[in-house]
């Protein structure tokens, strides 16, 4: 067994609560369901998180996609161009249940990290969207690669490896097994089912033996099929269950050690020393690659009863020590090869101090704002299909720099089930590592806090521990969406800001851990000269009984000017206000009704989805008859002001709130804060 012992942030688990993706809308493993939980938390992924999260994928239309994939509808983002003033910004929001950050005056109660990433469909179009179950070599290739949500909430299928592949002295037999049993899993990835990574990757996932250097307290992962640890086991997964395709090791463990899907975009970090490491560790800049062996050659040598502790049998993990490891197989000497993924040649992750967030509650930071991060879209990756992923761990105290220390390591696991760990406790509170008081780091500690004599009194505490979740990743992943060229006749030193729409229908106990509808950004700063794209989507597929108004089931948005302030204050900054925000009725339209400088057909679209592509038809008091997605396209902000807004149909005074606000100053010039 390798013991590769990876200095790096310990991605680890938990099971009540939890990090949800407000914007672009995560998913928490929903598709489509019409009920207030998740159908499968095994759909694509291992969220750790409450079955209720989530946001349902887009519709196109004025009802629920259904079956038909071309009926969902995915969020557009254009690329950024190649300068910073060519920038296209989208926030990416997010909460996170227990606590990140913290400071001298709020100190953290948890090690907290957050990793932000994204996967990208190399290829692909509408035309390429896998049809049906074919067997020929073009569908089964769409099928096994092509990014999608699908439309079943099924797991996508996967054969386990068997002893025909491994067992016998007949190699090309054991070949001919493992070929079948792959061409079998190639040929049963489902059209209808969603799809991130690929089967091939969870293949290559079991085969590849754990990383033995890893701490794994007083866990045991057993052996599987194959008869040693892979890397589907892990301390937070250690039955080796499988969530979609994702590769277990690689979902707790970051930076990973072997070539990934993910491209890194941000790492959050209570302690800004490691930001060198994270950098020059990703995959952004630095090529990952693996010590391929002849097939099946671990389970060869494990049949024939070696141990794979043996420096003779046992994989190599670094590109000297692989090309110098002959092997013996199948009776004569071979040499595995280095195999290099390659790095995805962009810049290294932004690397930033964790955010504030307090603990045992979803909602917003010292700033009155929920977490989140003002993302710039690459200006390189022009892909059909993305997802983001954002990952959350936290860290107990009593792991040495917050599980980051070295020494935390195989070293340190038990010696046996319900023995205490090598996590020395005991000498942190002044004792000898050998005490009576029960201070070691073990499965629910019974400790003595007070030193009683009389040995008749027993005033014992249970410390409330599970190791396989002192330290755990929560993680959430959104729906695919697409990345498109930025258009040629936007001006060189223009930004790009997205505005959408987050949330879903229902009031905030229906909705949570989600969210209510608002605008996202809820207030965005923006000068003018720069563009504005303006988009939103929803689904109809939420529970019937869920609170809202219109139609049920269905989400529906739109942006009216609010009236003119009434009353304004003489000097006050409101003065410079286009709307009243604590006014609930829409401006009276005119000709000089104005919102960013648009033209009356831009107010008209963004109020009732009309105008060129329009999709409604018919009962529009209440947007019933409109799509649940609206996409404006491009818009130059061309006058300067504070510019409000709210949506007619969800602002629903006493109720629920949305209303949002553009504050656009000319060029060069800062905001001004209220």
Known sequence: MMRLVVIGMSLVMCLWADTYMTNPRGSNNRLNENTATRTNANRLFDSQNNN??????????????????????????????????????????????????????????????????????????DASYPQGQGNGQQDRMERNTYLRDGTNTNTQNYAQPNQNEYVGDNQNAKNNAYTARMNGNYANVQTNRGLHETVWWYDMCRFREANGGLYIADQNLGKGSLGYVGSERTRQNNNGNRRGYECPE????????????????????????????YKQESQNVKNKGYCKYPDNYLQFKEAQGHNLNDNNVRIMNNKEDCENHWVEHGGEMVQPEWVEGGTWNMAPPECLPSPWSRDNHHGNNMDGFMNNYNWTVPEDILHKNCVLRLRYNITAGELPDGGFDPSINHELNAEADDEPTGIDVATMHGLDKENDRGYYFQQDAVVKVFDI????VQLDLEVTLNTNQFGRTFEDRTHVFEIRERPPGVDKDAKIHNL???????????????????????????EQGDYVHIQWTGADSNPANNAGQGRART??????????????????????????????????????????????????????????????????????????????????????????????????????SQKGEVRAVPKGEKVKKA
């Open 52 to 125: 209720r999260g989530g946001y349902n994928t887009g519709d196109r239309f004025d009802n629920a996609a259904g079956n038909e994939p071309r009926r969902q509808y995915a969020m557009q983002y254009y690329a950024s161009g190649p300068t910073d003033a060519e920038a296209s910004k989208l926030i990416v929001e997010w909460t996170n249940q227990h606590g990140c950050g913290g400071n001298k005056d709020s100190p953290h109660k948890t090690n907290c990290n957050i990793v932000i990433q994204m996967m990208c469909q190399t290829n692909g179009t």
């Open 250 to 277: 690689e979902r707790d463990y970051y930076p990973y050690w072997h070539p990934t899907h993910w491209r890194d975009i941000v790492v959050f970090t209570n302690d800004v020393k490691r930001c060198d490491y």
């Open 500 to 526: 959408n729409v987050r949330g879903k229908r229902g009031n905030i106990v229906q909705t949570y851990p989600g969210v209510e509808y608002d605008y996202q950004p809820n207030r965005l700063e923006i």
């Open 555 to 656: 989400d529906r948005n739109n942006i009216v000017p609010l009236r003119k302030i009434t009353y304004p204050k003489e000097g006050a900054w409101e003065d410079e206000a286009h709307g009243c925000f604590a006014c609930n009725y829409p401006e009276l339209f005119t000709n000089s009704t104005n919102l960013l400088g648009m033209k009356r057909d831009d107010l008209m679209a963004l109020a009732y989805h009309s105008g060129a592509g329009s999709h409604y038809f018919g009962d529009i008091e209440e947007l019933d008859d409109t799509g649940t997605y609206f996409d404006l396209g491009l818009r130059m902000v061309k006058e300067a002001g504070i510019w409000r807004f709210f949506c007619t149909r969800n602002n629903n005074f006493t109720n629920r």
């Open 453 to 456: 004599p009389d040995s008749n």
